[in-house]
């Protein structure tokens, strides 16, 4: 499900080893090294060389927890924070949680066009520490696959994302609605756009955001960097399980517990297939048919909040 807005919205180990010191360049990358540009010794100035420039390699301990914390405090951190006050308003409330609304995906403009543009610029601007975790991926010489973040096993892949899908996505909706009538929850609301052409293109947009940006950052970035720090795989599942459900509080007690319990389920399975894109599809699938299925059958069954 979609992260509180922050945005003006045992395991076999996959990863790399514990780090031991200053942090070398991380062996058997693929890292492809670019061309170096050193300082002329007379003027200091840069100049092309053709020296082939090796990758910056992981930095030492102190600094990978600085990287760590700067990531998830301009991305789900952040969300998480928000999500926690937003909830601490929400039990502040004279109604009870049942009585309140998470609208997940909304309008935010009165005339259709510009409502589009917004959309469409709030999911790519969203999706802005996606391409900061790669970024630092390659200069410490580390490729998108060695997260498991590529197309080579697209039939595997998509397979394991859709029975992920059906579970996780099945005993979520049990779950929401049980916590819902029992008060540990507020009524969430997928989506409230208005019913015109580029509707369901936004909300397959939205849950395709939800997904990659979640999945990169506190799944696959996450717990490769406590790996490297030499965190036990459990220590570091539990972490980002914990992370995935604080940027869910402002949905209630009950989505905090079941997306929490989500990570665990992916951290297990990502440690195991040393792979991201089964958990990216899951979670695209997942969102996909909440904003849908909200959008068609809201008002038509009797068993949806």
């Not at 807005?5 to 070398?24: D, E, I, K, Q, V």
């Not at 996505?169 to 609301?189: C, M, N």
């Amino acid at each position: 499900m979609a992260p509180a807005t922050f945005w003006p919205n045992l395991c076999r180990n996959s990863g790399a080893g514990p780090l031991t010191g200053g942090g070398g360049p991380v062996s058997g990358s693929g890292y492809s090294p670019g061309v170096a540009i050193e300082d002329d010794p007379g003027t200091g100035a840069g100049s092309r060389t053709g020296t082939p420039a090796a990758p910056l390699g992981l930095p030492p301990p102190r600094l990978l927890r600085w990287e760590i914390f700067a990531v998830l405090a301009i991305s789900l951190g952040a969300s998480g924070l928000n999500a926690l006050l937003d909830l601490i308003g929400s039990l502040l409330a004279p109604q009870a949680l049942g009585h309140q609304q998470a609208l997940l995906v909304g309008s935010q403009a009165a005339n259709h066009w510009l409502d589009l543009a917004l959309q469409l610029a709030g999911i790519a601007e969203a999706l802005a520490p996606v391409l900061l975790v790669l970024y630092l991926l390659a200069r410490s010489g580390e490729r998108p696959a060695d997260i498991g973040l590529d197309a080579s096993q697209p039939g595997t892949d998509i397979a394991r994302g859709a029975i992920l899908a059906a579970v996780i996505g099945g005993a979520g909706l049990l779950f929401y609605v049980a916590a819902f009538h029992f008060g540990f929850s507020l009524k969430i609301v997928p989506e409230s756009l208005p019913d015109i052409w580029w509707r369901v293109p936004v909300l397959l947009l939205s849950a395709a955001h939800d997904g990659i940006l979640e999945e990169i950052v506190v799944l696959a970035y996450v717990l490769r960097r406590l790996d490297q720090l030499g965190w036990t795989p459990w220590k570091a599942i539990l972490f980002s399980a914990v992370l995935r459900g604080s940027y869910h509080l402002y949905q209630g007690f009950g989505a905090f517990i079941g997306n929490a319990v989500m990570g665990i389920v992916f951290g297990i399975l990502y440690k195991r297939w040393g792979r991201c894109t089964p958990m990216i599809v899951a979670h695209t699938l997942i969102d996909a048919v909440t904003f849908i299925g909200y959008a068609y059958l809201h008002g038509k069954v009797s068993w949806l909040p």
